[in-house]
């Protein structure tokens, strides 16, 4: 089992540029997240999926949207990236609420330039 | 308004017993978790606790006092391995998780 997989790594964009990030798990979870990294700060939510075919907000979604159209992948879109954006961003999935670990992608290294 | 606090950073030698601490002010609570981070990599699970009391896992015990909206990880026996960031997160009345910003653990020879 590959777990939580995130392409790419690393991107370099400049400001007004779109791009995707992909994430995959093959643990059949229903839960995956979106969130970002950023020093001195804990890790924020920016949009979560509770099923294929479904999306919701978490706490900084603006300027970012998502898309689970098959259960193991949810993709994180910037439509026109802007410095700010400029962080860590890690996936994640879990099987259920509560008490379910939620296991983490290796991260995606994202700089707006 | 949500928050969690921890130190940001603590230094600790090896062979020695550290505690991390993490307070909380959350909407809800469903569990608290521990996650392991180490530089450049993502964080790892490392403990639960939804009710008061401690929990022990080989050298790493974490404790929950729900009353006072606290809880602390407890490292035994360091190891120079674990040298990593360590993040408390509380799982809210929605179901989310509110992380901490974590603790710098910094472990000498």
């Known amino acids: 089992n590959a777990g939580v997989t995130q392409t790419p790594k690393f991107r370099v964009l400049k400001t007004g540029q779109s791009m995707t990030l992909l994430c995959a798990q093959d643990?059949?979870?229903?839960?995956m997240y979106w969130y970002r990294q950023d020093p001195g700060m804990g890790l924020r939510l920016i949009h979560y999926s509770v099923g294929e075919g479904t999306t919701a907000k978490g706490e900084v979604p603006d300027g970012y949207n998502v898309s689970r159209l098959k259960k193991q992948n949810f993709l994180l879109g910037l439509e026109s990236a802007a410095p700010s954006q400029t962080s860590v961003y890690f996936c994640?999935?879990?099987?259920?609420?509560?008490?379910?670990?939620?296991?983490f992608g290796p991260g995606t290294r994202l700089t707006v330039l | 308004g949500q928050n969690i606090d921890q130190p940001t950073e603590m230094t600790a030698t090896e062979g020695a017993i550290v505690q991390i601490n993490c307070t909380y002010q959350?909407?809800?609570?469903?569990?608290l978790f521990w996650y392991q981070q180490h530089a450049g990599e993502a964080p790892t699970f490392l403990s639960y606790n939804v009710l008061d009391g401690l929990e022990e896992k080989g050298r790493f015990s974490s404790f929950l006092s729900r009353s006072k909206g606290c809880s602390y990880l407890l490292l035994k026996e360091l190891q120079m391995k674990d040298s990593a960031s360590y993040l408390c997160?509380?799982?809210?009345?929605?179901?989310?998780?509110?992380w901490g910003a974590g603790t710098k653990l910094i472990i000498k020879p």
């Open positions: 959350t909407s809800g609570f469903n569990g």
């Open positions: 643990m059949n979870h229903e839960y």
């Open positions: 997160a509380v799982m809210d009345s929605n179901y989310q998780l509110i």
């Open positions: 994640a999935s879990t099987a259920g609420l509560a008490a379910d670990t939620q296991y």
